[in-house]
């Protein structure tokens, strides 16, 4: 099913990015030099960001006053908030309550937290976009944001030298422009991807969250056979044709899925933005990290562009947009929560 919604626009994007990173050097003292390295050509990722003290709310903070002193926004115009995060502040209250406190956004807004990984930017638009075309919200923010390295184990270099933490927002507000939608979630998939909460009966605490589990081979299959498809259908039914489209922003997981996806699609690599490498895969906020940080951003701001993200779930979603009007916004460096000043 595709859905098809009116009267959109996005504003604005920007993002945030842990100062402190893991480089090539690091995972080859901890890993060896000759496995980090075939990890990194494979992947082509030598670096990514690491979160240290920072939490999911920090990034989203800074991420989004980035956005609103660069794009000259009054919080006071948000009329909701919808924050995609699966490594939450605190189980209650939900995270994206923390972050509009910490924003100091009005209080007669819709807040809530969508828990979604690599697909979540693709959900939370939607999210955002349902609340602006249905007339009820002028303005929206889509923040997405992770410290997903917080559930990695050290020595799972598969997947400690892939993923890095990371933050966005997005500003959708009411405009000209219509936006498509079209997802697949498969929760039979979930032995493949997972971090697992585990309730505990005779405990000190009540309930214990376990490491993240990667099964690459499965992950891979289910991207390499499910994503091209998925995106062929999405524009089959909406009669667009491949060739037609600038650019596809596809979730940055890693060089060679995007490179045999684009195989796949048939098209070119100048097709697909590529920009990975210094950031690692970030997760829900890896699309708006590519917009914001890439430097042909420029470039990027076009209308008929379709953007997919795919991953835990499993899960697929697959958009049909326009940045034709949209500011993309550099990324901010954050230092260490000393620095934040959570109070002012």
């Given at each position: ?14 993002s945030?990015l ?23 050509k494979?992947t ?36 909701a ?19 509009a ?157 995007l ?29 708006p990290?590519?917009?914001s ?24 979603g ?26 002012a």
């Amino acid at each position: 099913m595709i859905s098809i919604l009116h009267g959109l626009s996005i504003r604005a994007l920007s993002s945030a990015l842990p100062s402190r990173r893991l480089t090539l050097d690091d995972f080859s003292a901890l890993f060896g030099a000759r496995e980090s390295v075939r990890i990194a050509k494979s992947t082509g990722i030598d670096s990514v960001r690491i979160a240290g003290d920072l939490t999911s709310v920090d990034l989203a903070a800074a991420a989004t006053h980035n956005l609103f002193s660069n794009a000259d926004i009054d919080p006071n115009s948000i009329d909701a908030l919808v924050l995609v995060t699966q490594t939450p502040d605190s189980l209650m209250p939900a995270s994206s309550a923390l972050l509009a406190a910490r924003l100091r956004l009005k209080k007669n807004i819709a807040a809530f937290d969508l828990n979604f990984g690599c697909s979540g930017y693709i959900y939370g638009l939607y999210q955002a976009a349902m609340l602006v075309s249905a007339g009820g919200c002028r303005r929206v923010l889509l923040c997405t944001s992770d410290v997903i390295s917080k559930l990695l184990r050290p020595h799972h270099h598969h997947v400690r030298m892939v993923f890095g933490d990371a933050a966005s927002a997005t500003l959708v507000e009411a405009g000209s422009h219509s936006f498509s939608f079209s997802f697949s979630t498969d929760g039979k998939g979930a032995a493949y991807l997972n971090t697992p909460l585990n309730y505990l009966v005779e405990s000190s605490c009540s309930a214990e969250i376990g490491s993240l589990f990667m099964d690459g081979a499965q992950v891979m299959n289910f991207a390499l056979e499910k994503v091209p498809a998925a995106i062929l259908g999405f524009l089959e039914e909406l009669q667009i044709d491949v060739s037609s489209v600038p650019f596809f922003l596809l979730h940055q997981a890693n060089a060679f899925m995007l490179q045999y996806l684009g195989k796949k699609l048939g098209i070119t690599q100048e097709r697909i933005p590529l920009q990975v490498a210094k950031t690692g895969n970030t997760g829900p906020s890896s699309i708006p990290v590519l917009l914001s940080t890439s430097p042909h951003a420029q470039q990027l701001c076009r209308d008929n562009l379709v953007t997919c993200g795919f991953g835990v779930g499993l899960s697929i979603g697959v958009a049909h947009i326009s940045l034709g009007n949209t500011q993309l916004i550099p990324p901010v460096d954050l230092e260490q929560p000393q620095t934040l000043g959570k109070n002012a």
